[in-house]
């Protein structure tokens, strides 16, 4: 398959983990992702806001890109997180603002 046809997590594991590969595409972003209670939008918001409160900084590299794809605006994400740092901790809040700004600036 091109690499155009992946999806980012087929690009992220390839073959290594074929499984986790299927179970993320079909089933989290498949179906879980396509489930009308909510929007896309507020599953954004929500998925930003539990990765910054389980100190998953780093998948927040996709997901605030895929948030504003959803109709997210950076105002929103920047006070999601600031919100969340009174339950999660301010050290997580930093560090998932200063991925924030890094990626608003590319």
Known sequence: ??????????KMMGDFAPTFVSLTDDVLFGQVWARPELSKRDRSLITISSLVSAGNIE??????????TNGLN????????????????????????TLAQEISTD
């Not at 398959?1 to 087929?10: G, V």
């Not at 998948?59 to 504003?68: K, N, R, T, V």
């Open 74 to 97: 950076k105002d929103e994400i920047i006070e999601a997180i600031t919100h969340v740092a009174f339950y999660a901790g301010w050290p997580r809040a930093v560090s998932a603002l």
């Open 59 to 68: 998948q927040l590299s996709a997901h605030i890109p895929m948030g504003i």
């Open 1 to 10: 398959m091109p690499d155009s046809d992946q999806t980012p997590m087929q």
